[in-house]
């Protein structure tokens, strides 16, 4: 199985075009093998870019877990990438089909290739039922969570995927790496959450360190920078327009007053190509 190592401001993944090639294995099973840092070829998870009527193409995304996500931000600017470098759709302009739907894409092609994408991300989920959560609120804005002894504000958002997002003073390991999976698999997240922990800057700037829920710490989560994006005005603490730092990179956002939407824009890199014999 050919296969094309990519990623988008740090968080990466191995990507395979269905449009030539068919899989070895079930596709959790093969995530699980080819993200291995040590055994397998390394990387967050695995994306699947396939043939789709009516659109583009379709991309199916599965953390390093194996467990398959709705949506993945970084990795739907690499595949609009993959499209147009390898001439599957040579347009500035692409819809791809996800699981959250189909999502339109403008690419900024720089001789003949693409190193930053802008995705409509579509509308946030603000209705706990559908994010889902059992904390209270529509959405809930800086709800109280009580997590390994700590007391936390939270505001959750689902850009198509579940956030939980957490305004700190200073991202520290012992957030991201203990509080981070406790978040992920509390009881009053049914599906499981991903946790953004997020230093304000400025009204127009912040840092953020993320835990995925399935994939662990990534240098950079684009549905996450989105819900972080909404958060930060639902709670008072950002504008509209915004600029996340993430470990691996800058990410652009805007939630549009006019239309409801969330637009990111950012990097999309490929690294290398090879062959899977696993
Ligand atoms: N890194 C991604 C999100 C990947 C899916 C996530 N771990 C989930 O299970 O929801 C991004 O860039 O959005």
């Known amino acids: 199985m050919k296969f094309t190592k ?6 990466d993944y191995v990507y ?4 030539e090639e068919t899989l070895p294995t079930e596709a959790p099973a ?3 093998a080819v993200s291995d840092r040590h055994k397998g070829i390394g990387g967050d998870g695995l994306v699947l ?11 199916r995304m599965f953390n390093l877990d ?13 595949v609009a990438k993959y499209l147009y470098d390898h ?3 040579k347009k500035d302009n692409l819809q791809i089909q996800t699981g959250t739907g189909l999502l339109h894409l403008e690419l900024f092609p720089e001789n003949g290739i693409v190193e930053r994408v802008r995705v409509n991300m579509g509308e946030p989920i603000l209705e706990s039922a559908k994010i889902p959560t059992l904390l209270a609120g529509d959405p809930p804005v800086n709800a109280t969570l009580i997590v390994g002894g700590m007391e936390l504000q939270v505001t959750c958002v689902s850009m198509g995927n579940p956030h939980c997002v957490t305004f700190v003073d200073e991202l520290t390991d012992d957030l991201v790496l203990k509080i981070g999976p406790q978040i992920e698999k509390h009881e009053v997240f049914p599906r499981k959450i991903n946790a953004e922990f997020i230093q304000v800057i400025s009204p127009e700037e912040f840092n953020m360190r993320v835990w995925e829920r399935g994939s662990g710490e990534t240098m950079a989560c684009g549905t996450g920078a989105s819900a972080v994006a909404v958060a930060g005005v639902l709670t008072g603490k950002m504008s509209r327009k915004v600029t996340g730092h993430l470990l691996g ?11 409801n939407e969330v637009f990111m824009t950012g990097p999309a890199t ?8 696993g």
Do not use: K, Y
Not at 6 to 11: D, W
Not at 16 to 19: D, E, I, K, M, S
Not at 66 to 78: K, L
């Open 270 to 277: 490929e690294v290398f190509s090879g062959e899977w014999n």
């Open 30 to 32: 093969l995530a699980r």
């Open 66 to 78: 194996g467990s398959e996500a709705e949506m993945c931000g970084n990795a739907i600017r690499c």
């Open 6 to 11: 990519m990623h988008g401001a740090g968080n």
């Open 249 to 259: 990179g800058n990410l652009e956002l805007e939630w549009s007053e006019e239309t």
């Open 16 to 19: 395979v075009n269905l449009f």
């Open 49 to 59: 870019i396939e043939p789709f009527e009516n659109a583009d193409a379709r991309m």
């Open 87 to 89: 001439g599957i759709a």
